[in-house]
């Protein structure tokens, strides 16, 4: 079986610019997360999917940051204009169900804005 | 505020000795605790998942204990091996599903 798997792998653009990054969640887990973890600091909630409905986005930093996960498979974040402070690591998380089923997480996005 | 620390933030130890990383939390209305290990460059690897009514899950060597009247929790990694470097995740959810993640404990074992 598939896991989750996330598109690129790597990222370099320059300040401004736009990047899209891409999740694949394990078929057949409605629940997708995207997460992230930035220079040095602990891995940090960004939102988290039902289906395609956005269960809870409190986690999203500011209105440069689009998630969106049409037709509830696949999931995309883009970031819109990308700014120095967004470099880091971005994974995605998806799972069957809330409570006791496992998280599972991708390999992750490695995101540097120069 | 929901917060999860992790102690110590690094360890060393020999191959073949034993070692435990600790995780306090605060998170409420908890849900439950997660132990993930994380290899340099790769996404993190569920090890255990633990709900509030059980106090300890083993995955090989691998044992996580919890003790949710005082809100903490401990990873006992026995008879260490090489492989076993890694940052070792502990992640508390609360019923609403979010995740509260703490920095890690970056583990090196030495030959």
């Known amino acids: 079986e598939a896991g989750v798997t996330q598109f690129p792998s790597h990222s370099v653009i320059e300040k401004g610019q736009t990047v899209t990054l891409r999740c694949d969640p394990i078929s057949g887990h409605d629940n997708l997360y995207w997460y992230r973890r930035v220079m040095g600091k602990e891995i940090k909630f960004l939102l988290h999917?039902?289906?395609?409905?956005?269960?809870?986005e409190s986690g999203m930093p500011n209105n440069r940051f689009l998630a969106e996960r049409t037709g509830g498979t696949y999931s995309t974040l883009k970031v819109q204009p990308a700014e120095l402070e967004d470099s880091g690591v971005y994974f995605c998380?998806?799972?069957?169900?809330?409570?006791?089923?496992?998280?599972?997480f991708g390999e992750g996005s490695w995101l540097t804005v120069v | 505020k929901n917060q999860v620390e992790q102690s110590p933030q690094s360890l060393i130890i020999l191959e073949g000795k034993n070692c435990t990383l600790q995780?306090?939390?605060?998170?409420?209305?908890?849900?439950?605790l997660r132990w993930y290990k994380q290899d340099t460059g790769r996404g993190p690897v569920s090890l255990t998942i633990?709900?509030?009514?059980?106090n300890t899950k083993s995955n090989g060597r691998y044992t996580a204990t919890l003790d949710a009247d005082t809100k903490q929790s401990s990873l006992h990694i026995t008879a260490s091996q090489l492989s076993d470097s890694a940052s070792y995740i502990c992640?508390?959810?609360?019923?609403?599903?979010?995740?509260?993640f703490g920095d890690g404990t970056t583990l090196t074992v030495k030959p």
């Open positions: 633990m709900t509030f009514s059980e």
């Open positions: 998380a998806s799972s069957q169900e809330l409570a006791r089923n496992t998280i599972y």
């Open positions: 995780c306090n939390y605060t998170v409420s209305p908890f849900s439950n």
């Open positions: 992640v508390v959810s609360a019923r609403a599903g979010k995740s509260t």
């Open positions: 999917f039902v289906k395609e409905s956005k269960q809870d």
